[in-house]
Nanobody, 124 residues
Framework: QVQLEESGGGLVQAGGSLRLSCAASGRTFTNYAMAWFRQAPGRKRECVTV????????YYADGVKGRFTISRSGAKNTVFLQMNSLKPEDTAVYYCAAYRNGKWPPVEDEVNYWGQGTQVTVSS
């Protein structure tokens, strides 16, 4: 059974930091890119950042550039999202995603596997 298990969400004050983790299991993820999406109440799910299988290709949405950093473990089955200088507008449920083929960055329909989501709340 394929699982993407997120951890690390929580409540933080504006300006603070959080580190999300996503552990993938249940199959090999060779040639899968890993992404983080987020969905705020009343808004569409959006791709925040993506890292390629090799780790050489990375994308950040404009609103998080310079504040968020995505990385992948050496074994490539765990992906991290370091979030610094958090803002109230970063408040959302954050989802880990794995996809093999599609656009760069991906759209929701191209994702092969989703995590269950972890809540990030940034207070002002």
């Amino acid at each position: 059974q394929v699982q993407l298990e997120e951890s690390g969400g929580g409540l933080v004050q504006a300006g603070g930091s959080l580190r999300l983790s996503c552990a993938a299991s249940g199959r090999t993820f060779t040639n899968y890119a890993m992404a983080w999406f987020r969905q705020a109440p009343g808004r569409k799910r959006e791709c925040v950042t993506v890292i390629s299988w090799s780790g050489e290709g990375i994308y950040y949405a404009d609103g998080v550039k310079g504040r968020f950093t995505i990385s992948r473990s050496g074994a490539k089955n765990t992906v991290f999202l370091q979030m610094n200088s958090l803002k109230p507008e970063d408040t959302a449920v954050y989802y880990c995603a794995a996809y093999r083929n599609g656009k760069w960055p991906p759209v929701e329909d191209e994702v092969n596997y989703w995590g269950q989501g972890t809540q990030v709340t940034v207070s002002s």
